[in-house]
């Protein structure tokens, strides 16, 4: 093993991560969150088209491979005049993939808190949309953060398939690397340490998090 090539490399691919994976899945977990909540809402309104469009857009991104809503947005927009840039093109592609998944989670979330909660904001005045805010949606982040904290971990890895749109990321710098040197093996298995890393302070995060949210449960 080429110690001096692997300590040579090991910066550029964790900067690869630190400036191109990790905000590449933070913008796409973001807008994703923001499309997940709106398509949970649709699917528990009682609107039945508004419920219709939410499970077509659910089955639609969970029946299909990521790699494939990568494609169609980078390449197949353009030929309909839309051109856009691979960065873009990959956080539109990310963030509907996280909006179809993270969507049946928030939506369960809202449906495990009990249905007392809801009587007890109307006991008190409450419209439906404000106990929603201030009692349901609180209580259904604590029970949504362990799934949401996976998918966006999944996420991170997941961003590697931005390499093939040429959006520099991790796995990016990783590949440059390795055509350069031939040492394939060696610079993969160190992009796939810097993975596990990320991922290793992304759990701690989430441990956090759920401690924080622990008080808005109802024991």
């Known amino acids: 093993m080429d ?26 977990f973001a807008i994703g969150l923001v499309i997940a909540l709106l398509v949970a809402l649709a699917r528990i309104s009682g609107i039945r088209v508004l419920s219709g469009i939410a499970r077509f857009y659910v089955s639609v991104i969970r029946g299909t491979p990521l790699l494939v809503q990568l494609f169609v947005i980078f390449y197949w927009l353009p030929s309909l005049g839309l051109l856009i840039d691979p960065w873009p093109s990959a956080v539109i592609a990310f963030s509907l ?48 953060v362990p799934p949401l904290s996976n998918t966006f971990i999944s996420l991170v890895k997941d961003t590697s398939l931005a390499s093939l749109i040429l959006v520099t990321e991790l796995f990016r710098e990783a590949q440059k690397i390795a055509a350069f040197s031939q040492e394939f093996v060696m610079i993969y298995m160190e992009a796939a340490l810097v993975y596990w890393v990320f991922s290793l302070v992304l759990s701690t995060a989430q441990s956090r998090i759920e401690k924080r949210l622990d008080r808005y449960v109802a024991h």
């Not at 110690?3 to 991560?17: D, H, K, N, T």
């Not at 939506?107 to 805010?133: C, D, F, N, Y």
Request: proline content about 5%; aromatic content about 8%; charged content about 15%.
């Open 3 to 28: 110690w001096e090539l692997f300590w040579a490399s090991l910066w550029p691919i964790v900067r690869g991560g630190l400036i191109g994976t990790i905000p590449l899945s933070i913008a796409s």
């Open 97 to 144: 993939n996280v909006g179809g998944y993270a969507a049946e989670v928030i939506r369960a979330a809202i449906l495990s808190v009990p249905k007392g909660q809801w009587e007890a904001g109307h006991t008190i005045g409450m419209s439906r949309t404000t106990a929603l805010r201030r009692i349901i949606l609180p209580q259904a982040a604590r029970v949504s």
